[in-house]
């Protein structure tokens, strides 16, 4: 099985911005925690993070014929990006949608998804653990 992982804005800065909310974890220790997983499940993965929407749309049509599945925590991109939206629909990739904080018990601009109807699933507030709970959907649902 190979997934695509992609991380939106501001991922880069866990473990120093609002740890209260994110926890102390940095994404250099969350990807080779993911990573550590994904090799006992034979998995193969491409991880990527980025700051800029169209990015993640190129990224998802360089990759959509490579990846059986992608994994994406779109951030702040999860409340308004059409485009990225579109850009999985366009895809036809099999997505999960995740966050590390539980969204739904956030502020209230933060509760809405307009990424999740295009997506399997959507798992948050799991810390790192949401990336594995995806992979482990990834695997019981091919």
């Given at each position: 099985?190979?997934?695509?992982?992609?991380?939106?804005?501001?991922?880069?800065?866990?473990?120093?911005?609002?740890?209260?909310?994110?926890?102390?974890?940095?994404?250099?220790?969350?990807?080779?925690?993911?990573?550590k997983?994904?090799?006992?499940?034979?998995?193969?993965?491409?991880?990527?993070?980025?700051n800029?929407?169209?990015?993640?749309?190129?990224?998802?049509?360089?990759?959509?014929?490579?990846?059986?599945?992608?994994?994406?925590?779109?951030?702040?991109f999860?409340?308004?990006?059409?485009?990225?939206?579109?850009?999985?629909?366009?895809?036809?990739?099999?997505?999960?949608?995740?966050?590390?904080?539980?969204?739904k018990?956030r502020?209230?601009?933060?509760?809405?998804?307009v990424?999740?109807?295009?997506?399997?699933?959507?798992?948050?507030?799991?810390?790192?653990?949401?990336?594995?709970?995806?992979?482990?959907?990834?695997?019981?649902?091919?």
């Open positions: 099985m190979r997934i695509l992982i992609i991380h939106g804005p501001n991922l880069n800065l866990l473990g120093e911005r609002e740890v209260e909310i994110y926890g102390k974890l940095t994404l250099k220790e969350i990807n080779s925690y993911i990573r997983y994904a090799k006992t499940k034979k998995i193969k993965l491409k991880i990527f993070q980025t800029h929407e169209g990015k993640i749309m190129d990224l998802i049509a360089t990759h959509r014929k490579w990846a059986h599945w992608l994994i994406i925590n779109p951030a702040a999860t409340h308004y990006s059409y485009a990225i939206r579109d850009a999985i629909k366009a895809a036809d990739i099999k997505t999960v949608e995740v966050h590390l904080s539980d969204i018990n502020e209230s601009f933060r509760k809405k998804s990424i999740l109807p295009v997506c399997l699933k959507q798992i948050s507030g799991l810390e790192k653990n949401s990336y594995i709970k995806a992979m482990d959907f990834c695997l019981n649902h091919k």
